[in-house]
Nanobody
Framework: QVQLVESGGGLVQPGGSLRLSCEAS????????MRWYRQAPGKERELVAT????????NYVDSVKGRFIISRDNAKNMVYLQMNGLKPEDTAVYYC?????????WGQGTQVTVSS
């Protein structure tokens, strides 16, 4: 079965950095685009970044462009989100996501809190 396990969240001061990781299993990872979403308290879940199956194309929501970098390692079935220049408004639970054969899968999420 498909499993997505996120890690790397935590508490960081404004301007700091974190690297989120998502370990995928149960499907042929290299065939699928992967996404990171986030959900802040009281807000809808928001698509943050997408990377194509081969890693050749990435897209970002405007609010994180120039600060976040999505990457993947198909040999390790891993997708990453490097977050730099963190702001309090980046505080949210971050989720790894894949759409496989018309089914959407989510990880359990990892909390990122940006606060001084």
């Amino acid at each position: 079965q498909v499993q997505l396990v996120e890690s790397g969240g935590g508490l960081v001061q404004p301007g700091g950095s974190l690297r989120l990781s998502c370990e995928a299993s149960g499907f042929t990872f290299s065939r699928y685009s992967m996404r990171w979403y986030r959900q802040a308290p009281g807000k809808e879940r928001e698509l943050v970044a997408t990377i194509t199956n081969g890693g050749g194309s990435m897209n970002y929501v405007d609010s994180v462009k120039g600060r976040f970098i999505i990457s993947r390692d198909n040999a390790k079935n891993m997708v990453y989100l490097q977050m730099n220049g963190l702001k309090p408004e980046d505080t949210a639970v971050y989720y790894c996501n894949v759409d496989r054969d018309s089914v959407t899968y989510w990880g359990q999420g990892t909390q990122v809190t940006v606060s001084s």
